[in-house]
């Protein structure tokens, strides 16, 4: 029995709508300290004593909105399968009172596990499209911007950079005030999310300075709600900024924080895509084989928890770091997984950086023959279509070194186009990378 006073005192009492009332109380305040497995025992101990009462529209109604607050407590836990156990109780109970705002919910936390799990982009969609549209004929603010959440984190896994920059403003505007200090019933705060992501999809787009005010933004109003899963998830966007720009420095400060955030909250749902993005710039900064060792466990934390959000690129990274120590065949492996993966699921961008990580690997060939090119050429053409600026500045650079090889003259045009392409976005790093292939293909002894 609960170690809560009064929903004790009620319990023992047969009391069942205080010990009900109780017990929800105390499961919210430890879900608001993200101390998930005492949330779920008081959440789970609410439903038995609600068993307790007459059934009526109210008390199902308590049975309905336990199982969304378990399933809250049960995400960051990965616990899949209760987490979809109570939805589709849930989802019966509502059909039996026609609740439409309820429904709807459970539509929502639907997109958000199939999107947890790796389902496929189109079916994220239906479910968060469900909310949208409900929520909208209700004139339901809440449902609206849960339906709003549930695409921002769709846009950023299926590669619709642009369509996410545009919801995460509007979501950002609709939340001022104390709105953004709102959950709405969600596992994370919408109005951190928005921000996040909005830095996430404008590094991606290379609009590195704007992105990063946003990122800021996004731990600054994290840290003032004192919620870790919230401020988890703005390091690692702010952070994959970081990394894309190429300050290294940085990414190890904010990731090795997410990491540590992880860990001391027990955080199942958010260690292995900390871990996978912290083996990453190690290995990026010379700690190769620590950078690996890092990104395995995180595979396997993947593997063991069911959790796909992420997976696809985390393998593209983990080949990147296997290129880096000489690997070239785990590298392909790993690239021809993810393009398969992201591929499957509709997640175009994660399919983008692998095709490039695949010409990286074909590149390193004795005699590079004409499969470099063709990855090269795909990576670029769909991240010219998602408007992935660093991701074709990549590709120029990499193309160009490729052409330098065999004395192409194509290189130079590459070359310079990757090097004004870094230098726009401010990629600092890359450029001076860019700049010293220039110098060195244009060298008399390298011809």
Known sequence: MTAHPLAHHAYVGEAWAKAVGYLQQAGAKALARSVHREAVRYFEEALTALTHLPETRESLEAAIDLRFDLRNALLPLVEWRRIEQYLREAESLARKLNDQRRLASVSGYMSGLHLNIGG??????????????????????????????????????????????????????????????????????????????????????????????????????????????????????????????????????????????????????????????????????????????????????????????????????????????????????????????????GERGHEAWAHRLLGEVASHHHSPDAAAEGHYATSMALASELGMRPLVAHCHFSLGKLHSRVGERRASEHLTTASTMFSDMGMRFWLEKAEAEMHHSMSPEYH
């Open 120 to 345: 496929r982009a189109s079916e994220v969609r239906a479910f968060a499209d469900e909310v949208e549209a409900i929520g909208a004929s209700l004139g339901d603010f809440p449902l609206q911007v849960a339906g709003a959440y549930y695409h921002v984190w769709l846009g950023a896994l299926s590669g619709d950079y642009r369509g996410t920059e545009r919801l995460c403003r509007t979501l950002i505007d609709s939340l001022s005030g104390d709105l953004s200090r709102n959950r709405f019933g969600l596992v994370a705060y919408p109005a951190v999310v928005a921000r996040a992501f909005l830095a996430r999809a404008l590094a991606e787009l290379g609009e590195f300075g704007e992105g990063r005010h946003h990122g800021h933004e996004a731990i600054r109003l994290a840290e003032s709600l004192d919620h870790p899963f919230s401020l988890i998830w703005a390091c690692l966007n702010l952070a994959r900024l970081e990394d894309l720009q190429g300050e290294f420095a940085r990414t190890v400060m904010l990731l090795e924080r997410a990491v540590a955030l992880s860990s001391e909250w027990n955080i199942v749902y958010l260690t292995p895509l900390a871990m996978a993005a912290l083996g990453h710039i190690y290995a990026r900064l010379g700690r190769v084989e620590e950078g690996v060792c890092r990104l395995q466990q995180a595979l396997a934390g993947y593997a063991s928890a069911g959790i796909g959000y992420l997976h696809s690129m985390s393998m593209v990274q983990l080949g990147e770091a296997h290129l880096l120590a000489g690997r070239v065949e785990e590298a392909g492996d790993l690239g021809t997984r993810a393009v398969a993966l992201a591929g499957e699921r």
